[in-house]
Each structure stands twice: as C-alpha cells, then as structure tokens.
C-alpha cells in the first residue's frame, strides 16, 4: 500500500426532503448571496427548484439563477457565471442538478475570484489558490462530482474536454442527496450512471500497487451492490429502496474511498472524454463501450487485475488462466451493461464511423505522448484500443 492523504471535506445529508436542508447548510457556511445553477430544465418541470429556492427566500438569502447548463459544459457558461458571480457580488454557490451543472458551478467558483481566465486552471497554467464555496443538490447519480474534487470542462475552441482534479477546493461543502429526486431520470440517464460509477471504481481497481486489500475489497463490495442493485432501478425507477443504494454508490465510486493507498489509472476516462468531446454522447454511455475494450486490451497485455475482478466481482470460476478469466469477466460485463440497455459498441453509441486518428491526436495533446498508471498508452495502443471499441 502507498502512503496517502485523505480529506472529504464535503457534508452528506441523504434521504426523503434532504433538498429543504439548502437554506440551512448555506447559512451555517455563512453565505448570504449564491448564484443557483441548474440545466436543461428538468429542475424546472419537476419543481424542484422552485421548492429550494423558496427555502432559500425564507431564509434571507438572496440568489440569483444561471439555468440552461448543457451535458458535456462548455466554457461560454462558465464565463457567462463568472461575470454574473462578479456582478451580483456573490459569496457561493449552489448546484441543483448532475455533474454538468457541479462542474461549472466548481468553475464558477475557481474562476470568480481569479484575476485571470478561468481556463488558465484547466490548461495546467496556474493552480487554484481559493475559491468559492460549493453546495450541491443531486438529481443524478453519476459522475460523483458532488463528492469529488475535480471538474470537467470543454473548451469549445479545438473541443479539448479536460479534468481538472484537485485534493481540496473543488470539492463541495455539502451535497443534498434525496434519491426521490432521481425517480423522473429517464432509463438512458440512470443506466449511463451506473456505467459511469462502475468505471470510477475500475478506473482504482486496475492499480499495479501492491497489498491493498482493503481497498480492492471496499471497492469490489460497492461493484457488488451496484450490479445487485441496477437491475432493480431498471425494473422500477420509483423502487426508493433501491435508488438510495445506487445513489449513495455513486459517491462512494468517486469520492476517492476506493482509491485509497494505491496508484490509479484513468486511461479510459480520457479515451472517453475525447469520444464525447467530438461527438457530444453521454459520457457514462461512452464508458459502457471503451471501458471493455481497455479491459480486453489488457486482458491480453496485463490481465492480473481484470483476473481478479472477473473472479471476485463477476463471478467467472478460475480456469488457471488470468487471460482467460480477464476475458471472460469483459464478456459478462458487456452482457450487463446490455441488459441496461446500454451501448457496447461505437456503432451502438451511434458513431458509425469514428475518426480514430482524430481521437489519438487530441487524446495525446490533451495527455501526453505517454501516460497511463496501469499500462503505458503511447498512439499505437490508444488507437488499438479505439479500434477494439468499435
Ligand atoms: O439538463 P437537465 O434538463 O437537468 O437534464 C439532465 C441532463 O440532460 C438530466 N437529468 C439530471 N437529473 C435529472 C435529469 N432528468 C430527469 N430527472 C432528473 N432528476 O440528465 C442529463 C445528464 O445530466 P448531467 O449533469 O450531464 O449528468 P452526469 O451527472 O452524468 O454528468 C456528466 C458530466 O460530468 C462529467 C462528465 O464528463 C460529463 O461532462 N464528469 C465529471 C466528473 C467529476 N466532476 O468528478 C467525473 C466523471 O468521470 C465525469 O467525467
Ligand atoms: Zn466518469
């Protein structure tokens, strides 16, 4: 196990009305003026926000709305709430929605009180040295931004759909988490989630670091419950008891518990990112098709781990071969992502056609000729792996 430094600053309160908590957790952080980002509208028709920021009203604290947040955010709305955040001389904010609307709300906060452009943070150019104050309210169980430190922003000029990671300021000092909230997530969305937590936690699990038992197990029994659980939220997206253990999943995949004392990988994250920079699909649907084709890859070249996982998780009896279980464990994997009616493949995320030598290009602008914490991925095996995608 490697040394390591441990810090989720966020509070959770979860459960039924854990929404009407905003006015109360914003107030014992002694904010009086918040910009509320929101999305696309599902907010809006639910009538959500209109319930949060009537507690907001009750309690005296003025607020000001930033709506209209795309899936996949781009730099327009972080600038565009960075000059609200100035003008309205706001002390935090408040993000009611999924990891779109978290992440620019995280910009937001970086960028305000910043003397240059918020992008510099995202481009390596400059480290964040203070920001605003983050309070989530979650409709989505999914990226686990509202536990993590980072932010994942595209800049529209060149598409470059870059993570931001930090250990402290980008992560929220609390998040609301009613999983009631998530009953009027369409199918494709809560699936895409559950995709996207499992590939947090794989994302850990591939590790080449030694003698973290501990960690692999909290790992594998939150994969567990996320593959006992999914099925349930498909067949009944109002079954409470159920949402509550995918939601809570989805924290616990990124909020950096089952990363814990070992080196971590990301390769797929990054493939991805560039898959749905250019063409604009859901980022946890993108996972469903690169992350088992990273995993037959290494099933090939590396299969220890995916061995391990396919026995410990996926239930593939040993043969007395890691590659064989590896592969195995990828083919049950797929079969599950399936049966939620995900994509398993490019065609079936609806790009016929990818243009592979764009997605290595920018994948290795963005990450380097070289990179990759499980297995070093130059151009030749990122465009392997694309290839297996498809
Ligand atoms: O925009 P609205 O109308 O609200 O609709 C959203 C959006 O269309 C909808 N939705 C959310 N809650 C709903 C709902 N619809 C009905 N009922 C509800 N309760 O779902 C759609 C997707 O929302 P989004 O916020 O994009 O989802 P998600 O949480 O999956 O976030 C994806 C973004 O997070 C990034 C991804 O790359 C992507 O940009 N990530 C952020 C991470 C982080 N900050 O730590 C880590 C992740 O690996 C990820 O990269
Ligand atoms: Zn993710």
Not at 140 to 160: F, K, Q, R, W, Y
Not at 201 to 225: K, N, P, Q
Not at 306 to 326: E, H, I, K, N
Request: hydrophobic share 40%; with cysteine.
């Amino acid at each position: 196990m490697d040394n390591f430094s441990y810090c989720t600053p966020t509070k959770y309160v979860f459960g039924r009305g854990a929404e009407l908590h905003a006015a109360e957790e914003l107030k014992s952080l002694g904010l009086r003026n918040v910009l509320v980002c929101y999305g696309g509208g599902s907010v809006v028709r639910s009538g959500l926000l209109q319930r949060v920021l009537a507690t907001l009203d009750e309690a005296g604290i003025k607020h000001v709305e930033l709506g209209g947040i795309q899936p996949n955010p781009t730099d327009p709305k972080v600038r565009e709430g960075i000059a609200i955040g100035r003008a309205e001389g706001i002390d935090g904010l408040l993000a009611v929605g999924g990891g779109s609307v978290i992440d620019t709300a995280k910009a937001i906060a970086a960028g305000v009180p910043y003397d240059g452009d918020f992008w510099d943070f995202w481009a390596g150019k400059a480290t964040i040295r203070t920001a605003l104050p983050v309070g989530v309210v979650l409709t989505i169980p999914a990226a686990g931004s509202e536990g993590s430190g980072n932010s994942v922003i595209t800049l529209l000029d060149g598409m470059h759909k870059i993570s931001l990671r930090t250990d402290f300021w980008l992560r929220p000092k609390f998040a609301l988490m009613n999983p009631e909230l998530t009953f009027t997530l369409p199918p494709e969305q809560t699936a895409a989630g559950i995709a996207d937590m499992m590939a947090h936690i794989f994302e850990r699990y591939f590790s080449l670091t030694e003698s973290t038992e501990v960690t692999d197990r909290v790992a594998e029994g939150v994969l567990m419950a996320i593959m006992e659980e999914a099925p349930k939220v498909m067949a009944d997206p109002s079954d409470y008891q159920a949402r509550a253990n995918i939601m809570w999943s989805g924290t616990l995949a990124h909020n950096g518990i089952c990363g814990t004392g070992r080196r971590e990988d990301w390769v797929s994250h990054a493939m991805e990112h560039e898959i749905s920079a250019v063409y604009g699909v859901t980022h946890g649907a993108g996972l469903a098709v690169v992350f088992p084709a990273w995993m037959t890859f290494m099933a090939e070249h590396r299969p220890q781990r995916g061995a391990q996982l396919a026995r410990r998780v996926l239930g593939v009896v040993p043969t007395g071969s890691d590659r064989d279980d590896a592969l195995e464990g990828v083919a049950r994997l797929r079969s599950f992502f399936s049966s939620l009616g995900l994509p398993v493949t490019m065609a079936q995320l609806g790009v016929d056609q990818p243009d592979i030598d764009l997605l290595v290009s920018k994948l290795h602008e963005n990450k380097g000729e070289r990179f990759g914490g499980y297995y070093e991925i130059t151009p030749e095996v990122s465009a392997a792996i694309y290839r297996l995608a498809i």
